[in-house]
């Protein structure tokens, strides 16, 4: 690859997640472009803001496929048209299948609102509220055939408050979600770090040395 890494992003809602990919691919000095949006729902929020950006969106309806083999690809056949270099899922709710995560194994990443490998799957802030933890967070990892399995790239901790409600930790974790997927796909479109087996493989990353106290001592 020659110049600024192409990136798609798969959405099927308001694409908050999208937006801070925007904003941060909006610096000259950014190492990735945002080039394709595709959400399996029509004229969601997502779209809008990306037709806001100039950037080129497609549609594909997943209910008008047979199977989700061919659903993906059709999305996996969008992607390659648009040269595309990585993927990023940002709210897709629907699960891909093991073909089109195979095809893009290594190039392929999500973010998951919890600090995996805690807390797998759906309705995590009310399990964490349950739990009484008093870390949460979230999690940019490599998309494996498992659910949320895939080695992880970058993660960000959150505390859990005494009063939290599931809306108000939902809230605290997507702002640390704006800021640490723009980081993650600036490492990946950097070739810093890359997925080597089951393990993620750093070169030249820099990682942080303190640790978040909660409650701080």
Known sequence: MSGRARVGVLISGRGSN????????????????????????????????????????????????????????????????????FVCLAGFMRVLSDTFVRDWMGRLINIHPSLLPSFKGLHVHRRVLEAGVRVSGCTVHFVVPELDSGAIVAQAAVPVLPDDTEDALAARTLKAEHRLYPLALKLLALHRVRLEGEKAVFQDAKFADGALFNPPL
């Open 18 to 85: 999208l937006q801070a990919l925007i904003d941060a691919a909006a610096a000259p000095d950014f190492p990735a472009e945002i080039a394709l949006v595709v959400s399996n729902v029509a004229e969601v929020e997502g779209l809008k803001r990306a037709k806001r950006a100039g950037i080129a969106t497609c549609t594909i309806a997943h209910g008008a496929f047979a199977s989700r083999e061919a659903f993906d690809a059709q999305i996996s056949a969008a992607l390659h048209d648009a040269d595309i270099d």
